[in-house]
């Protein structure tokens, strides 16, 4: 006669030992499939709004936030606006900066890739092109970039005049950055940049520009970054009305949100 015990116990491990085998031999799941596009939007704050070194906030705080909308197919749309204060120290009116940029992103071979686009600079009711000398601020460029591994190269062009400086299109910026995942959800990038102004008499505009930005991704949509900027632009151009210098050297902090 069986024991009651020990053939409850023998059950109980021929039960566990199946329910083991099932789990180990058992098909994995299929991964879900990749969308077809995603969009996203982001809304951030900045100490100093610099754009090309320069800064566009007369060195003061600005809000900033965007919207992309990314295909898998490489095909990319966005907007984005920050709140600036050159125009109006240009003697223009108030206004915002609106970016509307599309474009195509795809591989060339392994951990090569490009990136082709335009971009679109809109400042509402500037006024710029009323004064004397002047152009409206209003301005379009075309881009490409080449990205090996961890290091872009990206050239602007503009096809109008360039922020509001008088027969300056086909003005040119060149750039050259990177990018380094240190860990944590650190990146460091550093970059450097020259700005041509073209047309006659507009050299004196152009300038180059670095900067070294570290930004910490805390993973739920919330980064901060750190950013240390400057160029060698004249000085006695890039300046805001109280005279400061927004070309110079300084630290701009910055906070984004992205869902």
């Not at 800064?55 to 919207?67: E, K, N, V, Y």
């Not at 152009?135 to 881009?143: G, H, L, P």
């Amino acid at each position: 006669m069986k024991h009651p015990v020990r053939s409850s116990l023998y059950l109980a491990c021929l039960l566990a030992s199946s329910l083991v085998s099932a789990q180990t031999t058992a098909p994995a799941a299929p991964a879900a499939p990749e969308p077809d596009y995603t969009l996203s939007y982001n809304v951030g704050v900045v100490s100093d709004y610099r754009y090309r070194g320069i800064s566009q906030s007369r060195l003061d705080p600005a809000a900033q936030g965007g919207i992309d909308f990314v295909a898998k197919n490489g095909i990319y749309l966005g907007t984005w606006a920050s709140t600036i204060q050159w125009i109006k120290d240009a003697g223009g009116a108030d206004s915002v900066e609106w970016d509307l940029y599309g474009g195509y992103k795809g591989e060339i071979t392994k951990d090569l890739t490009f990136d082709v686009g335009a971009l679109r600079y809109e400042y509402a009711n500037n006024k710029l092109g009323k004064i004397a000398g002047m152009a409206d601020a209003s301005t379009d460029e075309i881009y490409g970039a080449l990205t090996y591994g961890l290091v872009t190269a990206k050239y602007s062009h503009s096809l109008s005049n360039l922020f509001g400086y008088a027969s300056s299109k086909n003005s040119g910026y060149l750039e050259l950055a990177a990018a380094f995942d240190v860990g944590n959800g650190v990146t460091l990038a550093p970059h450097i940049g020259h700005q041509t102004v073209g047309g006659s008499g507009n050299g004196k505009y152009s300038y180059t520009d670095y900067s070294f930005a570290a930004t910490k991704d805390y993973g739920n949509g919330l980064a901060l970054s750190a950013t240390v900027s400057g160029t060698d632009a004249n000085k006695s151009l890039y300046i805001t009305p109280a005279g400061k210098f927004t070309g110079k050297a300084g630290l701009q902090l910055g906070l984004k949100y992205s869902f």
